[in-house]
């Protein structure tokens, strides 16, 4: 019997007929990185494949690498296997990764949503034989309200801060979710201030994305300038000295988990809203069902339970252990290698 066209091992998702891996955790020679996080970007490999608007990203957070960037759609071949990068939707430059040999096909999600967020290249099905796919919110109750009303409410929440006088201060994490959130944000209410890893960011995304104006926070920056405008900065940054000087102020974040009772009173934060750059339950199971996968395996999230509910619907679902961490990873850690 033929091992599987991909495989689970202590360094990552393995095609052996290829020698390729795709975001792997442990340092090897060929790695094929689905997007710019810190769990699924790492440092030590010694040829990085990606799509290129994420060269800029990883090379930002990396160093000086070897790197090399593919199109959408664009089809690369290493030993017979074909291997080709369609647009996940998750954050910019994140992508599926097709994988096609001998007429089997595998699609690997990595984080992916089907939302369109106005920065993302939007989500595209690919039809495929086996999907291995997140399930960072694979629950019945995560269901995403649309992002014109989330981002209504958050202009909303500033404005009223605005007109008592109180800075708001809005977290997010530093790729993605800060970029979605300032690409949507109503700077006809007052100028946007950022924190020093946004910013650095931002910057990296400008000339690919057209983003609003924003002020970096400096040790110059008066506390009476920022007064009833917004800031936005990652969640490492709450509690801090930094955001202390700010006072009289409001927090916010924006993050899936806030969907959850208690996770706002957790975090200590005034304002939750319910926005994520993953799918929310009915996303991961329309994916799923567009792909016309008959075996679907199950990496982070809430993985037991996700398939043992597709087993349910007639899938072939399993699960496989990995060191991907979603948006616990992308709210804690990633900001912290900006600093």
Request: net charge neutral; charged share 20%; aromatic share 10%.
């Amino acid at each position: 019997m033929n091992p599987p066209l991909l495989q689970f091992n202590n360094k990552g998702i393995y095609c052996a007929q290829a020698d390729v891996y795709i975001d792997p955790w442990r340092p090897v020679k060929n790695a094929i990185i689905t997007h710019g996080h810190a769990d699924h970007s790492r440092w030590g490999h010694q040829n990085y494949i990606t799509h290129h608007t994420n060269i800029p990203i990883i090379k930002h957070r990396l160093g000086a690498i070897h790197v090399t960037g593919k199109n959408w759609n664009e089809t690369f071949t290493v030993n017979n296997v074909k291997f080709s990068l369609h647009p996940a939707g998750h954050i910019i430059g994140s992508a599926q990764v097709r994988v096609e040999y001998k007429g089997e096909v595998w699609v690997f999600t990595g984080d992916y949503k089907t939302e369109e967020d106005g920065i993302a290249v939007p989500y595209e099905v690919v039809k495929c034989h086996t999907f291995i796919t997140e399930c960072t919110f694979g629950l019945p109750v995560f269901k995403w309200a649309p992002q014109a009303e989330v981002m209504h409410s958050i202009n909303q929440w500033w404005n009223e801060n605005k007109a008592e006088g109180k800075t708001s201060i809005l977290f997010g994490y530093s790729l993605g979710k800060a970029q979605r959130l300032l690409k949507h944000l109503d700077t006809n209410i007052g100028k946007i201030y950022t924190h020093g890893a946004i910013e650095n960011m931002n910057n990296v995304i400008r000339p690919m994305v057209a983003l609003p104006e924003t002020t970096l926070i400096t040790r110059d920056t008066n506390k009476e300038d920022i007064s009833g405008n917004l800031v936005l900065a990652p969640p490492s940054a709450h509690g801090t000295t930094w955001i202390r000087k700010m006072a009289p102020f409001v927090t916010g974040t924006a993050s899936g988990w806030m969907a959850f009772r208690g996770a706002r009173r957790r975090r200590a934060i005034d304002k939750g809203f319910v926005l994520s750059d993953h799918c929310d339950w009915d996303g991961l199971l329309s994916s799923i069902k567009a792909t016309g996968a008959e075996k679907i395996i199950c990496t982070h999230g809430y993985t037991d339970i996700f398939s043992k509910y597709l087993r349910e619907l007639g899938y072939d679902a399993r699960t496989e252990m990995t060191q991907y961490e979603g948006e616990n990873a992308e709210m804690n850690k990633e900001e912290d290698l900006e600093k």
